[in-house]
C-alpha cells in the first residue's frame, strides 16, 4: 500500500502485521496531502480522525494521553511518500511536550536534562519546520549558551542549563512569530501534520523530484507514532542495519550503532558509531532479537531490507524497514542468493538487476576510496576508468602508445581522422559534444572510456595544451585520469581496478568452474545471463566493422552482425581512393578507382564472414556524409590562395566547391550517392558476393545481408535492387544474398508498406530517424542546447539516447504494422544507437522486432534487458 500510506507508512504497518515491536501510531494518507495541496485545506473529516485515531492510539499506550498527566505521551510527525526522498521533507519529534509535560517527563524517567533536552529539540524543529524561522537562529542561541557555560559540546549543558536555552527559544518564536509556543499539545500536532504536507512543495523536495524523475502529484503521507528513546542512558540507543551487505552483497547483517543517542545524532554524525556487532556484547538479548527480526523482514520481503531502530532501557523498537538501497555488484549477488534461497524464483530475480547495472560491472574502476578531486567535469559518455599522458592529436598517441605509453586522447572534438589514435588510447576526453557525438559514439563502440563535451576546459591542440577551468595548464605528457562513469577528469594517475565481469564476457562467458574459487559476482551474472537468455524472445547482434569487432560481439554472445558501416572501412590511407571516385571526371578514372577498392573490399568481408561464420551478417552499403571524404574546403582554400598547392589543387578546389553542402546529413549520402555515383554500389555487391562465395567453397557459412541506407521511397530501393540482383547473379549464381533496407527517414516509415515490396529485411537506424523526426542535427544539438532542455524538463532523457517512443516509436510502429501487413515474413531489426539502450530494448520488444543489434560492449546489456523485457508482469 506504498501509494497510498508511503514507504515508511507501509513498512511500518507492515511489521505490525508481522508482530514485530514498532511503537504505536497511524498514518495520514497521501491522499489527505494530495486534497490539502489540491484545495489549501484539510480534508474536512480529517480533524474527527485524526482524534480518533489519537484516542485508539492513547489507549493502547495503557491510558497516557497525548502531553498530559504524570507519564505523558509524546510522539513524533515523520513524512513519508511513495518514493524515498531522504531528508527533503520535514521531521517533528517530541510533539505533546510543553510546560507543565516538561516536568512530568523528568520524573517519570528520572532524568531531569533529558526531559529539558526533549523539550529544547521539540521547540528548536517545530520552530524551524512547522514556523519557518531560520535554523540558523537556534544554533546561535545553542552557541551562546555553550560559550556561556564554557563547554564545546551540547551534551555537556546540564539540565539547568537547558531550561535557559528552552526560554531564550521562546523568545526567539515570540520575537518571529508575535505567539506564544503553542502548549497546547493537539494544536502541536495539528501544525506538524500541516507542515509536512506543505513540505512536500519545498524547494528542495521539488528540485530532488526533477532529477530522480519522482512525479509531482503523488504527495506524503504523514506518520504519527509514539516517542521511544534511544538516549536514556547506557541501556538505550539507536542504529541503522542492512539484513546484507548493500555494497558488495555478501551474507550476513550489517550496520551501525549509537549507544545512547537519538536518530538524528546517527544522522548528524556527531559521534562516532560503532559495527552492530558490538551491540551483541553491550545488550545481547536485543541483538539476538534484532537478528531474528531481519530474518523474519526478509523472508516477508525477500530481499534486502535496510532498517531503523531504537532501543529504550533493554526495549528493542522497529521504527523503519525498507528494501535497502544496494550497489550494481550487490544488486547480482543478493538477486542470486535469494533465488538460491528459494525465497524468489528466476524471474523475480531477473526483475531485480537492470541493464544499467551490468554496464557498470563491465568497466574497470577507480579505487572508491581515492580522496582525488576533479580538475573538470564532463558528459560521461563511455564508463571506464582511463589512465594516461595527455596527447592531443591522432598520431602523438598512436605513436606514444606504439612505445608502450598509455595515453588519453584530448580533442577539441573528434573525427573519422581521429579514428587510429582513438584506438591507440586508452581514454577519450573532448571539450565540445554530447553524448551522441562522434567521440561519445566511437568511443562506446570501441569500449573506450570518453568524457565528452567538457566545456570548461579549453584545449589548444596547436600549442599542444589545455587550460583547467582555474587557469592552469596541462602540457602534453602529463598523466591525466578520466572516469568516464561520472565525467570527472583528474590530474595524476588514481588506482584501477579491473572488472571481472568484463574478463567474464571477453572469455565467451563460460561459467565458472568450482574448481578456480569462482568470484561470486561472475557467478551471479552467469545465472542471470543464462535466465535472461533462455526467456528473450529478441535477438540480438551486434554492429561491428572489423573481423575483430565481430569476434568480441560472438564472445559477448551476439547472434550475428546486424550493421557493419562499410564507410569505416574507408579511412585512412584508402581515403584517398574515395576521393578519387567522387571527384571522377570520367568512366576510366572511375573504373580505376573502383578497381583499386574492389580487392580491398573483398578481403574486408571475408573476414568479417570468417569471423560470423554461420551467422547472419548485414554489410550496409557505402553511406558517408560526403563531406568525411574530401579535403577540407577552408584548407584547401588557402592552399591554393597562397599558391602552395599545384594545378592539381586547383581542380580539386572547384570539385569540393561544386559538392560542398550545408548540411552534409541531409546532403548527398546513402542511396543517393550510390545512385548518382556509377558502379560503386556494384562494386559494393560484387565484393560482397565474391567473399561469400570464397568462403563458401573454402567449407565456410557465410550469410550475407545487404543493406541499403537512407531510402526514402521505394523508386530508390528498386532501382539498387535491380542493379545488385543482376551482381549477385553474376558473382555467386548459387548463393542467395537477402537484401534489404534501413528505416531512417520518416519517408520510408510511413510508405513502408510499399517499401517492403522491394525488401527483405528492415533494420530502423532510429538515429537518423530521432534526427529527422525531430528537425535535430545529430552532430550539434546535445552540446548546444539538450542541458536546457533536459533541465526544463522537455524531454526526461536524450532522444538519442533513449528512443522517444511516441514520436520516433510512433514512426516504428507504424512501419512496422505496414511492413508486416504487406510481407508478413519481414524481418525486422533495429541498429541505431538505442539498439544497446535498457529502455529503448523493451520498447522494440513491445513493437514486435525480430532483433536489435548494437556495439559488441553492449551485448550483453541487451540480451539481459531483453531477457527482462519478456518477463510476465508482476502480480
Ligand atoms: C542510424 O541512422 O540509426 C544508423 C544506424 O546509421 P548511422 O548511425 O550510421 O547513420
Ligand atoms: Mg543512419
Same mark, same amino acid.
Given at each position: 500500500?506504498?501509494?497510498?500510506?508511503?514507504?515508511?507508512?507501509?513498512?511500518?504497518?507492515?511489521?505490525?502485521?508481522?508482530?514485530?515491536?514498532?511503537?504505536?501510531?497511524?498514518?495520514?494518507?497521501?491522499?489527505?496531502?494530495?486534497?490539502?495541496?489540491?484545495?489549501?485545506?484539510?480534508?474536512?473529516?480529517?480533524?474527527?480522525?485524526?482524534?480518533?485515531?489519537?484516542?485508539?492510539?492513547?489507549?493502547?499506550?495503557?491510558?497516557?494521553?497525548?502531553?498530559?498527566?504524570?507519564?505523558?505521551?509524546?510522539?513524533?510527525?515523520?513524512?513519508?511518500?511513495?518514493?524515498?526522498?531522504?531528508?527533503?521533507?520535514?521531521?517533528?519529534?517530541?510533539?505533546?511536550?510543553?510546560?507543565?509535560?516538561?516536568?512530568?517527563?523528568?520524573?517519570?524517567?528520572?532524568?531531569?536534562?533529558?526531559?529539558?533536552?526533549?523539550?529544547?529539540?521539540?521547540?528548536?524543529?517545530?520552530?524551524?519546520?512547522?514556523?519557518?524561522?531560520?535554523?540558523?537562529?537556534?544554533?546561535?542561541?545553542?552557541?551562546?549558551?555553550?560559550?556561556?557555560?564554557?563547554?564545546?559540546?551540547?551534551?555537556?549543558?546540564?539540565?539547568?542549563?537547558?531550561?535557559?536555552?528552552?526560554?531564550?527559544?521562546?523568545?526567539?518564536?515570540?520575537?518571529?512569530?508575535?505567539?506564544?509556543?503553542?502548549?497546547?499539545?493537539?494544536?502541536?500536532?495539528?501544525?506538524?501534520?500541516?507542515?509536512?504536507?506543505?513540505?512536500?512543495?519545498?524547494?528542495?523536495?521539488?528540485?530532488?523530484?526533477?532529477?530522480?524523475?519522482?512525479?509531482?502529484?503523488?504527495?506524503?503521507?504523514?506518520?504519527?507514532?509514539?516517542?521511544?528513546?534511544?538516549?536514556?542512558?547506557?541501556?538505550?540507543?539507536?542504529?541503522?542495519?542492512?539484513?546484507?551487505?548493500?555494497?558488495?552483497?555478501?551474507?550476513?547483517?550489517?550496520?551501525?550503532?549509537?549507544?545512547? @543517542?537519538? =536518530? %538524528?545524532? /546517527? +544522522?548528524?554524525?556527531? $559521534?562516532? #558509531?560503532? *559495527?552492530?556487532?558490538?551491540?551483541?556484547? !553491550?545488550?545481547?538479548?536485543?541483538?539476538?532479537?534484532?537478528?531474528?527480526?531481519?530474518?523474519?523482514?526478509?523472508?516477508?520481503?525477500?530481499?534486502?531490507?535496510?532498517?531503523?531502530?531504537?532501543?529504550?532501557?533493554?526495549?528493542?523498537?522497529?521504527?523503519?524497514?525498507?528494501?535497502?538501497?544496494?550497489?550494481?555488484?550487490?544488486?547480482?549477488?543478493?538477486?542470486?542468493?535469494?533465488?538460491?534461497?528459494?525465497?524468489?524464483?528466476?524471474?523475480?530475480?531477473?526483475?531485480?538487476?537492470?541493464?544499467?547495472?551490468?554496464?557498470?560491472?563491465?568497466?574497470?574502476?577507480?579505487?572508491?576510496?581515492?580522496?582525488?578531486?576533479?580538475?573538470?567535469?564532463?558528459?560521461?559518455?563511455?564508463?571506464?576508468?582511463?589512465?594516461?599522458?595527455?596527447?592531443?592529436?591522432?598520431?602523438?598517441?598512436?605513436?606514444?602508445? @606504439?612505445? =608502450? %605509453?598509455? /595515453? +588519453?586522447?584530448?580533442? $577539441?572534438? #573528434?573525427? *573519422?581522422?581521429?579514428?587510429?589514435?582513438? !584506438?591507440?588510447?586508452?581514454?577519450?576526453?573532448?571539450?565540445?559534444?554530447?553524448?551522441?557525438?562522434?567521440?561519445?559514439?566511437?568511443?562506446?563502440?570501441?569500449?573506450?572510456?570518453?568524457?565528452?563535451?567538457?566545456?570548461?576546459?579549453?584545449?589548444?591542440?596547436?600549442?599542444?595544451?589545455?587550460?583547467?577551468?582555474?587557469?592552469?595548464?596541462?602540457?602534453?605528457?602529463?598523466?591525466?585520469?578520466?572516469?568516464?562513469?561520472?565525467?570527472?577528469?583528474?590530474?595524476?594517475?588514481?588506482?584501477?581496478?579491473?572488472?571481472?565481469?568484463?574478463?567474464?564476457?571477453?572469455?565467451?562467458?563460460?561459467?565458472?568452474?568450482?574448481?578456480?574459487?569462482?568470484?561470486?559476482?561472475?557467478?551471479?551474472?552467469?545465472?542471470?545471463?543464462?535466465?535472461?537468455?533462455?526467456?528473450?524472445?529478441?535477438?540480438?547482434?551486434?554492429?561491428?566493422?572489423?573481423?575483430?569487432?565481430?569476434?568480441?560481439?560472438?564472445?559477448?554472445?551476439?547472434?550475428?552482425?546486424?550493421?557493419?558501416?562499410?564507410?569505416?572501412?574507408?579511412?585512412?590511407?584508402?581515403?584517398?581512393?574515395?576521393?578519387?571516385?567522387?571527384?571522377?571526371?570520367?568512366?576510366?578514372?572511375?573504373?580505376?578507382?573502383?578497381?583499386?577498392?574492389?580487392?580491398?573490399?573483398?578481403?574486408?568481408?571475408?573476414?568479417?564472414?570468417?569471423?560470423?561464420?554461420?551467422?547472419?551478417?548485414?554489410?550496409?552499403?557505402?553511406?558517408?556524409?560526403?563531406?568525411?571524404?574530401?579535403?577540407?574546403?577552408?584548407?584547401?582554400?588557402?592552399?591554393?590562395?597562397?599558391?602552395?598547392?599545384?594545378?592539381?589543387?586547383?581542380?580539386?578546389?572547384?570539385?569540393?566547391?561544386?559538392?560542398?553542402?550545408?548540411?552534409?546529413?541531409?546532403?548527398?549520402?546513402?542511396?543517393?550517392?550510390?545512385?548518382?555515383?556509377?558502379?560503386?554500389?556494384?562494386?559494393?555487391?560484387?565484393?560482397?558476393?565474391?567473399?561469400?562465395?570464397?568462403?563458401?567453397?573454402?567449407?565456410?557459412?557465410?550469410?550475407?545481408?545487404?543493406?541499403?541506407?537512407?531510402?526514402?521511397?521505394?523508386?530508390?530501393?528498386?532501382?539498387?535492387?535491380?542493379?545488385?540482383?543482376?551482381?549477385?547473379?553474376?558473382?555467386?549464381?548459387?548463393?542467395?544474398?537477402?537484401?534489404?533496407?534501413?528505416?531512417?527517414?520518416?519517408?520510408?516509415?510511413?510508405?513502408?508498406?510499399?517499401?517492403?515490396?522491394?525488401?527483405?529485411?528492415?533494420?530502423?537506424?532510429?538515429?537518423?530517424?530521432?534526427?529527422?523526426?525531430?528537425?535535430?542535427?545529430?552532430?550539434?544539438?546535445?552540446?548546444?542546447?539538450?542541458?536546457?532542455?533536459?533541465?526544463?524538463?522537455?524531454?526526461?532523457?536524450?532522444?538519442?539516447?533513449?528512443?522517444?517512443?511516441?514520436?520516433?516509436?510512433?514512426?516504428?510502429?507504424?512501419?512496422?504494422?505496414?511492413?508486416?501487413?504487406?510481407?508478413?515474413?519481414?524481418?525486422?531489426?533495429?541498429?541505431?544507437?538505442?539498439?544497446?539502450?535498457?529502455?529503448?530494448?523493451?520498447?522494440?520488444?513491445?513493437?514486435?522486432?525480430?532483433?536489435?543489434?548494437?556495439?559488441?560492449?553492449?551485448?550483453?546489456?541487451?540480451?539481459?534487458?531483453?531477457?527482462?523485457?519478456?518477463?510476465?508482469?508482476?502480480?
Amino acid at each position: 500500500m506504498r501509494d497510498l500510506l508511503g514507504g515508511k507508512g507501509a513498512g511500518l504497518a507492515e511489521m505490525t502485521r508481522l508482530g514485530l515491536p514498532v511503537p504505536p501510531g497511524f498514518t495520514l494518507t497521501t491522499e489527505a496531502c494530495r486534497t490539502y495541496l489540491a484545495t489549501g485545506a484539510e480534508p474536512p473529516t480529517l480533524h474527527g480522525e485524526v482524534s480518533a485515531h489519537l484516542a485508539a492510539l492513547e489507549e493502547r499506550m495503557g491510558g497516557r494521553r497525548l502531553g498530559r498527566g504524570d507519564d505523558p505521551l509524546l510522539v513524533s510527525v515523520r513524512s513519508g511518500a511513495r518514493f524515498s526522498m531522504p531528508g527533503m521533507m520535514d521531521t517533528v519529534l517530541n510533539i505533546g511536550l510543553n510546560d507543565t509535560a516538561v516536568h512530568a517527563l523528568a520524573a517519570r524517567s528520572g532524568d531531569e536534562r533529558f526531559a529539558w533536552d526533549s523539550y529544547r529539540r521539540l521547540i528548536q524543529m517545530f520552530g524551524h519546520t512547522v514556523l519557518g524561522i531560520d535554523a540558523d537562529r537556534f544554533e546561535e542561541k545553542l552557541a551562546i549558551a555553550r560559550d556561556a557555560v564554557g563547554v564545546a559540546t551540547d551534551a555537556e549543558l546540564n539540565s539547568r542549563h537547558l531550561r535557559g536555552v528552552v526560554r531564550q527559544f521562546r523568545d526567539l518564536v515570540v520575537e518571529h512569530t508575535g505567539h506564544d509556543f503553542p502548549q497546547d499539545p493537539r494544536e502541536q500536532l495539528d501544525l506538524a501534520v500541516r507542515a509536512v504536507f506543505d513540505s512536500w512543495n519545498g524547494d528542495r523536495a521539488r528540485l530532488y523530484r526533477r532529477q530522480e524523475g519522482i512525479p509531482d502529484d503523488l504527495g506524503t503521507a504523514v506518520n504519527v507514532v509514539a516517542m521511544v528513546f534511544g538516549n536514556l542512558g547506557p541501556d538505550s540507543g539507536t542504529g541503522v542495519a542492512f539484513t546484507r551487505d548493500p555494497a558488495s552483497g555478501a551474507q550476513g547483517v550489517y550496520g551501525d550503532y549509537l549507544p545512547n @543517542a537519538q =536518530g %538524528e545524532d /546517527v +544522522v548528524a554524525g556527531i $559521534r562516532n #558509531t560503532v *559495527p552492530l556487532a558490538e551491540l551483541a556484547r !553491550l545488550d545481547r538479548a536485543s541483538y539476538d532479537e534484532l537478528l531474528r527480526i531481519m530474518e523474519v523482514l526478509e523472508n516477508h520481503y525477500r530481499d534486502m531490507c535496510d532498517i531503523e531502530f531504537t532501543i529504550e532501557r533493554g526495549r528493542l523498537w522497529m521504527l523503519q524497514t525498507r528494501v535497502g538501497k544496494r550497489t550494481a555488484a550487490a544488486a547480482f549477488r543478493i538477486a542470486t542468493q535469494a533465488l538460491d534461497q528459494g525465497l524468489i524464483d528466476a524471474e523475480e530475480a531477473l526483475r531485480r538487476v537492470t541493464g544499467e547495472q551490468l554496464t557498470q560491472l563491465m568497466f574497470p574502476r577507480f579505487d572508491v576510496n581515492h580522496h582525488a578531486r576533479p580538475v573538470a567535469t564532463g558528459i560521461p559518455a563511455s564508463p571506464g576508468a582511463a589512465v594516461g599522458v595527455a596527447v592531443f592529436d591522432s598520431a602523438t598517441a598512436v605513436a606514444r602508445a @606504439a612505445a =608502450g %605509453e598509455r /595515453v +588519453v586522447l584530448v580533442r $577539441r572534438e #573528434t573525427n *573519422p581522422d581521429d579514428l587510429d589514435g582513438m !584506438l591507440a588510447a586508452e581514454g577519450i576526453l573532448t571539450s565540445r559534444g554530447g553524448k551522441t557525438s562522434h567521440a561519445a559514439v566511437v568511443a562506446r563502440g570501441m569500449g573506450r572510456t570518453c568524457v565528452c563535451g567538457a566545456e570548461e576546459l579549453r584545449v589548444d591542440a596547436a600549442a599542444r595544451r589545455l587550460t583547467l577551468p582555474d587557469g592552469t595548464v596541462v602540457a602534453e605528457g602529463e598523466t591525466l585520469s578520466v572516469d568516464g562513469s561520472t565525467g570527472h577528469v583528474y590530474r595524476g594517475e588514481l588506482p584501477v581496478v579491473p572488472s571481472p565481469v568484463m574478463e567474464y564476457f571477453e572469455g565467451g562467458g563460460t561459467p565458472p568452474t568450482a574448481g578456480d574459487a569462482p568470484d561470486e559476482l561472475v557467478t551471479a551474472v552467469h545465472r542471470l545471463m543464462t535466465e535472461a537468455d533462455r526467456r528473450r524472445r529478441l535477438g540480438v547482434r551486434a554492429n561491428a566493422d572489423t573481423a575483430e569487432d565481430a569476434a568480441r560481439a560472438r564472445r559477448f554472445g551476439a547472434r550475428g552482425i546486424g550493421l557493419t558501416r562499410t564507410e569505416h572501412m574507408f579511412l585512412g590511407e584508402r581515403r584517398a581512393l574515395v576521393e578519387r571516385l567522387i571527384l571522377a571526371e570520367d568512366d576510366a578514372e572511375r573504373g580505376a578507382a573502383l578497381d583499386a577498392l574492389l580487392p580491398l573490399q573483398r578481403q574486408d568481408f571475408r573476414e568479417l564472414f570468417q569471423a560470423m561464420d554461420g551467422l547472419p551478417t548485414t554489410i550496409r552499403l557505402l553511406d558517408p556524409p560526403l563531406h568525411e571524404f574530401l579535403p577540407d574546403l577552408t584548407e584547401l582554400s588557402v592552399r591554393v590562395a597562397t599558391g602552395e598547392g599545384g594545378a592539381a589543387d586547383d581542380r580539386l578546389l572547384a570539385a569540393v566547391r561544386r559538392l560542398h553542402e550545408q548540411n552534409p546529413m541531409l546532403g548527398l549520402r546513402g542511396v543517393r550517392l550510390g545512385l548518382v555515383v556509377p558502379g560503386l554500389f556494384s562494386m559494393q555487391v560484387r565484393a560482397i558476393a565474391e567473399a561469400a562465395a570464397a568462403h563458401h567453397a573454402a567449407g565456410g557459412d557465410p550469410r550475407p545481408e545487404i543493406m541499403i541506407p537512407l531510402v526514402g521511397t521505394v523508386r530508390e530501393l528498386e532501382l539498387v535492387r535491380a542493379d545488385a540482383d543482376r551482381v549477385v547473379a553474376e558473382a555467386a549464381p548459387s548463393l542467395t544474398i537477402p537484401l534489404g533496407t534501413m528505416i531512417e527517414l520518416p519517408r520510408a516509415a510511413l510508405t513502408a508498406g510499399e517499401i517492403a515490396g522491394s525488401a527483405d529485411f528492415f533494420s530502423f537506424g532510429t538515429n537518423d530517424l530521432t534526427q529527422t523526426v525531430w528537425g535535430f542535427s545529430r552532430d550539434d544539438v546535445e552540446s548546444s542546447f539538450f542541458a536546457a532542455y533536459l533541465e526544463k524538463g522537455i524531454f526526461p532523457a536524450s532522444p538519442f539516447e533513449t528512443l522517444d517512443t511516441e514520436g520516433v516509436g510512433a514512426l516504428v510502429r507504424t512501419a512496422v504494422e505496414k511492413g508486416r501487413a504487406a510481407r508478413p515474413d519481414l524481418k525486422l531489426g533495429v541498429c541505431g544507437e538505442h539498439g544497446g539502450d535498457p529502455d529503448s530494448v523493451h520498447f522494440f520488444h513491445a513493437a514486435g522486432l525480430d532483433y536489435v543489434s548494437c556495439s559488441p560492449f553492449r551485448v550483453p546489456v541487451a540480451r539481459l534487458e531483453a531477457g527482462r523485457a519478456a518477463l510476465t508482469p508482476p502480480t
